[in-house]
Every structure is written in structure tokens, then in C-alpha cells.
């Protein structure tokens, strides 16, 4: 995702606007924001290859409403709860007045491997993106705004964790049924994906993560488990590895007590100079840096420990 995107999507929709809070990652955007319209208006929104889910706040007086052209031509009034399906398109009216509404911008796809989920989106009807009757999604929302608005322990991990129980919620919501696995061809099976995962976030043994490793796992030649693995997340399997031991070396970088190279050996790297090359590619930042920045090894204890 371009970082550019939510804020143009935003600035289209409210020219005028204050974005309390956002969070921008590879796979999703997240706003808080107050739009205010001098006056009405009406704007085509297309949503691109993201799916859009906004939470606004409750109708009250005084505050702007919007209203949302159905398939069938209709207008038809903006609930709290709202979305749009990837590669749409949606005309909305809006009278004078403030909104204030969460937006999240995301791939389903590229979220906790669930690219070998069928969401059929062509098959979903308009209606029912429009004042969406979910308590858990209502919810979902609200936390990802705590979380980017004053940011905690393992925030990151816990937005990522939100946006799939989401991205779930939408497929039940859109097909009326659990996730199934896909019989997609050329693509992994949700079984396949659900053992990568453990194994992957399971261990710290750099060897039982080569890919030959993984794909006896499997039971896949290697060469077909990596083609088929990027195919269905969008990613290599290589860098999904990398990605998971840099998301488990922050959670324990903020556990103060433990010493850099514990940290290394802990989240699956051969060494505390493999982790540090690993960890500054990732973030920019050296272990030690990341942790200054988060407030954890600001004694000088701290830092003659490391």
C-alpha cells in the first residue's frame, strides 16, 4: 500500500478535515479523523484493490449525514458501520456539518495468510455494505483506534491481529459462513497456510525454518511450496519468515530484563550480529535504538548492559 493512498483517498472525501490519529503499514492504513463540510456536497469514491470499513459516530444533531447511491439508484443513509469491497465504486452526499468516523483502509489477501480465502466480493450486495449490523466489528474498530491513538505493548502485533479478526468478520458477513478453505488452483490451501503459520511463529530454530524444512512439512517439493506460498500471500516465504522474527523480536524487546542477544536467539536469528543487520533493514533502527525510542533502556545501567 502507498503511504500516499488513505491520505488522498481522505482528502477526497473531506477536503476539509483533523486526523486525531493514523498508522500506515504495508498492508493497511488506519485514521481518526473529524471532517468538516462547509457545505453539501457529493463525490465518486473508488475503493482500488483495499477494502474500506469506516465506524462514524453516532447520528446526533447539528452533525453532518451522509448518504450513499445503492445499485439500484436509491440514496440511502450511512449507518455507523460502513464498507466498501475492494475495486468499487460509490456516490455519497453529505449536508453541512462535522463527521467524526474511523477509517481503515486494508488487503484481506495479505493479512495473517489468509490469501487462500475465496471472498467473492463481485457477489456482495451493495445494501449490505451499508449500516452494518456487527458488535465484533464495531468493536474491532474502536480498538484499533485506541491502539494508534496511544500506541502500547505489542501495539503493532495487536493491530494485526484486530484487522484479521475483521477481515474474518467481513467474509461472514459478505458470504454467510465460516472461512473455508480455497480450492483455488495455484494457490496453498488453508490447511497449508494454518501449519506454516505455527511452525513459522512456533519455533526458534533457524534450521527448521529453511525452506526445505518447511516444504517436507508440507509434503510439497520446495520449489513449489515458495511459488505457490508467494502466490497466495503475496510475499516470498522467506520474508514472511523475516517478518514474523522481527514482529517477535519487538515484543521482547520490551521486556526490559532481557540482554540483546537473548532477544536474538529468542525470536530465531543464529546470532546477535544476524539480528541487528536483520532488525535495522527492517525498522531502521538498531535493537538498542528501538528501544530508547520506546523508552525501555533510557539508564545508563541499561546501557552498559548492552
Known amino acids: ?37 462547509p457545505q453539501a456536497g457529493e463525490i465518486k469514491l473508488v475503493s482500488g484493490q483495499h477494502c474500506l470499513i469506516e465506524l462514524a459516530e453516532a447520528p446526533a444533531a447539528g452533525r453532518a449525514r451522509c448518504l450513499v447511491q445503492t445499485a439500484d439508484g436509491q440514496h ?22 462535522s463527521r467524526q468516523a474511523i477509517v481503515c483502509m486494508m488487503e484481506p489477501e495479505r493479512l495473517g495468510l489468509l490469501g487462500a480465502v475465496d471472498w467473492h466480493w463481485g457477489a456482495v450486495d451493495t ?16 480498538w484499533l483506534a485506541e491502539e494508534i491513538t496511544t500506541p502500547s505493548f505489542a501495539s503493532g502485533l495487536q493491530i494485526n491481529s484486530i484487522l484479521t479478526m475483521l477481515a474474518i468478520e467481513l467474509h461472514r458477513h459478505c458470504g454467510g459462513g465460516v472461512v473455508a478453505e480455497s480450492s483455488v488452483p495455484g494457490k496453498l490451501s488453508a490447511r497449508h497456510l494454518s501449519l ?13 525454518l529453511s525452506l526445505a524444512a518447511l516444504a517436507a512439512a508440507c509434503q510439497l517439493p520446495a ?10 500471500a503475496g510475499q516470498t516465504l522467506r520474508s514472511y519468515v523475516a517478518a514474523t522474527h522481527i514482529a517477535r523480536a519487538k515484543v521482547l524487546l520490551d521486556d526490559a530484563d532481557l540482554l540483546i542477544k537473548q532477544v536474538a536467539y ?22 538498542l535504538q528501538y528501544r530508547l525510542n520506546q523508552g525501555i533502556a533510557n539508564s545508563e545501567a541499561a546501557l552498559r548492559r548492552h
Open 266 to 287: 529468542g525470536s530465531g536469528f543464529r546470532s546477535a550480529a544476524a539480528f541487528g543487520d536483520a532488525f535495522r533493514r527492517a525498522t531502521g533502527l538498531t535493537p
Open 76 to 97: 440511502r443513509p450511512a449507518g455507523m458501520l460502513n464498507f466498501m469491497p475492494p475495486q468499487t465504486e460509490r456516490k455519497v452526499r453529505w449536508n453541512e456539518g
Open 223 to 232: 520449489r513449489e511450496l515458495s511459488t505457490l506460498f508467494k502466490a497466495t
Open 127 to 142: 445494501a449490505s455494505t451499508l449500516d452494518v449490523q456487527n458488535e465484533r466489528m464495531r468493536t474491532g474498530m474502536r
Open 196 to 208: 506454516l503459520k505455527d511452525l513459522v511463529e512456533g519455533s526458534t530454530n533457524p534450521a527448521e
Open 1 to 37: 500500500m502507498q503511504t500516499s493512498e488513505l491520505k488522498q483517498l481522505m482528502g477526497t472525501q473531506a477536503p476539509m478535515k483533523v486526523v486525531g490519529a493514523q498508522m500506515e503499514e504495508a498492508t493497511y492504513a488506519v485514521s481518526v479523523h473529524e471532517c468538516h463540510w
